[in-house]
């Protein structure tokens, strides 16, 4: 099928199909549309000119088109996601406007050849489409894509591209933070715990809820304990919740712990459990908070996100099964992580400074520093991305040396350079 925009009034349009320069079809239309069929293969031009009601005729209109099984990518270009990759396959020639791509993967295990048989026997097939989108992936790995051109006369061999997944961990790190922060666990974390009991047994009771509480008090002093069952079923969806609310109270100063199980379905059917911990201590109006959460929930794309998130000043995991002999391993402390020894198979560094260690394998994104490394000055630094090594003294005002892919490259204390090996200039 042909169309196109007319501008004002037409009488018709004149429709001239022509091949290698010969007429093969024309048509008088008088719409902006003319279906294209019986054509054998072959590249073809459509030339279109409009004829209004006095017989002037426009300038004509004309598009190249190809009928025939398509030639195969020439190149597959990948578009970098947040833990995902998009595929863009490109056409070096002229192809039919029916043309899509057809898109097998085999994971990270890359496939013996790109034979027609090797591709559909060991790879799977994800669809059909312009550029093909996969999510979930991990960081700093290769995945073997293998894609061919379609259309309704056939098919074209299969290109293979190995499309690395990789994004800076600087913005990993805020696109995780984000993604954790919009959790419903997180939300239920973050508000610290309520300290309003008669508010919390009042809405209680308006849903329905048994609570049982119990309290004794002495002036200023006062001591509460609460347990909250609530249960709702009708035709919206089932709501189950379990809470629990120990509090303290002397004058201005409360401490709490408040735990919280809530499981719900709607009638849509999707669901969500939760699993809030929150303990604190408001003081002069000022909340301190500390506490976990636990939940599962849609994950907006038809299946389940489980989140898991913990909020302290001080975040420690021991080692050991003896009281009074356990053993540090890991912290988290103002915002850092602290490891005590650790043994890691397979890691990305964005940059480090290594005081003492013994590496098997490592892929370092960008570079590697002695942590008195100032440039030009002192120390060492060796850049992985730029492919570059710069040697200085321990003092100041001892020279340097700099090797990279143009050679090596010496310098006096000034700055001057005294020896070059390699390219000059």
Not at 37 to 44: A, F, P, Q
Request: hydrophobic content about 40%; charged content about 15%; aromatic content about 10%.
């Amino acid at each position: 099928m042909s169309t196109w925009n007319n501008i004002g009034t037409v009488a018709y349009n004149q429709v001239i199909l022509r091949q290698n320069g010969a007429v093969v079809l024309s048509v008088q239309v008088p719409g902006s549309l003319t279906r294209l069929s019986g054509l054998l293969r072959g590249t073809y031009t459509a030339h279109v000119t409009a004829v209004n009601f006095m017989g002037a005729r426009s300038p004509e209109a004309w598009l190249e088109f190809v009928i025939d099984a398509p030639d195969a990518p020439s190149s597959i270009r990948v578009e970098q996601g947040y833990f995902a990759i998009t595929l863009f396959p490109v056409l070096s020639q002229l192809t039919n406007v029916s043309t899509q791509f057809d898109f097998w993967t085999s994971g990270e295990t890359p496939l013996s050849d790109t034979s027609t048989y090797t591709v559909e026997t060991h790879a799977s097939r994800m669809g059909v489409g312009s550029h093909w989108s996969s999510h979930e992936l991990k960081n700093d790995h290769t995945y073997y894509w293998y894609v061919r051109s379609i259309n309704a006369f056939g098919a074209s061999a299969f290109t293979e591209v190995a499309a690395l997944c990789l994004t800076d961990t600087g913005q990993l790190i805020d696109y995780i933070d984000e993604a954790v922060r919009d959790s419903g666990a997180f939300r239920r974390l973050q508000d610290g715990v309520d300290n309003n009991l008669e508010a919390i047994i009042h809405n209680a009771l308006a849903a329905d809820a048994a609570v049982d509480h119990q309290w004794k008090q002495y002036g200023e002093v006062r001591a509460d304990v609460i347990h909250i069952t609530t249960t709702i079923a009708d035709v919206e969806g089932a709501f189950a919740e379990f809470q629990t609310q120990v509090q303290a109270q002397v004058s201005d100063v409360t401490a709490a712990v408040n735990q919280k199980l809530t499981a719900e379905v709607n009638s849509e059917g999707t669901a969500s459990a939760f699993y809030t911990l929150n303990m604190g201590i408001t003081r002069n109006g000022v909340k301190y908070n500390t506490g976990l959460s636990m939940g599962i929930e849609p994950d907006g794309s038809g299946g389940y996100q489980s989140t898991t998130v913990f909020a302290a000043d001080q975040f420690g995991i021991y080692s050991g099964n003896t009281p009074g002999n356990y053993q540090a391993a890991f912290f988290v402390y103002n915002g850092q992580v602290f490891m005590n020894s650790a043994f890691i198979q397979d890691a990305s560094i964005t940059s480090a400074k290594i005081q003492d260690a013994a590496i098997g394998s490592a892929k370092i994104a960008d570079y590697i520093q002695s942590n008195n490394y100032v440039q030009g000055v002192t120390g060492i630094r060796i850049g992985f991305r730029t492919g570059s090594m710069e040697i200085n003294g321990s003092t100041a005002g001892q020279g340097r040396t700099v090797t990279d892919n143009t050679g090596i490259a010496t310098y006096d204390a000034g700055g001057l350079r005294r020896v070059k090996l390699g390219k000059l200039r």
